[in-house]
């Protein structure tokens, strides 16, 4: 059996289905935490802005008119959530384990693990040089796999500017 879009999700949600949100949340919870760990460069806050953020969506998913954009409608209300954490000023600057670096990398072919390491440490080391909207698209683009519309749909800018 197929398991449901999550435009199916939804709609079982809003039937009252109490296991549909778990789904729509297993389904991409790791995704949206890489995404708010590269954006806050702290674990801990992108636990709480994950949190958030499915909070947010189970609270307004009646209000989602388009059922089908309810991923980039997710990454949107996590990269809102991230924004306004950090114009609160809130120490986001905990850093990451270098355990979740390696996760986020998606590189699983440990072969050499100090090259690993160190591209990891550049890689990193020049995302937080880059502005933030700029670094936001890269990593939407290069790491989460969005498309050039699903990044449009997030940042609220057009598919062009992308």
Not at 60 to 84: D, V
Not at 94 to 108: C, I, K, M, R, Y
Request: aromatic share 10%; glycine share 4%; net charge negative.
């Amino acid at each position: 059996m197929q398991p449901f879009s999550d435009e199916q999700l939804i709609w079982q949600i809003r039937s009252g289905s109490k296991t549909a949100f778990a789904k729509l949340y297993d389904r991409h919870k790791s995704k949206i935490f890489s995404y708010c760990c590269k954006l806050l460069h702290d674990e801990e806050s992108a636990q709480d802005v994950l949190q958030e953020t499915f909070m947010k969506a189970l609270e307004a998913i009646e209000t989602l008119e388009q059922p089908h954009l309810f991923r980039p409608w997710l990454y949107r209300i996590a990269r809102n959530e991230s924004y306004q954490l950090l114009r609160r000023g809130r120490n986001v600057n905990g850093g990451l384990s270098d355990e979740v670096w390696e996760t986020l990398s998606d590189e699983s072919t440990p072969l050499d693990r100090i090259l690993d390491q160190e591209r990891t440490n550049v890689v990193q080391y020049l995302l937080g040089l880059l502005k933030a909207e700029y670094r936001e698209v890269l990593i939407l683009r290069e790491y989460e796999q969005l498309s050039y519309g699903e990044i449009a749909e997030i940042t609220g800018d057009t598919e062009s500017s992308v």
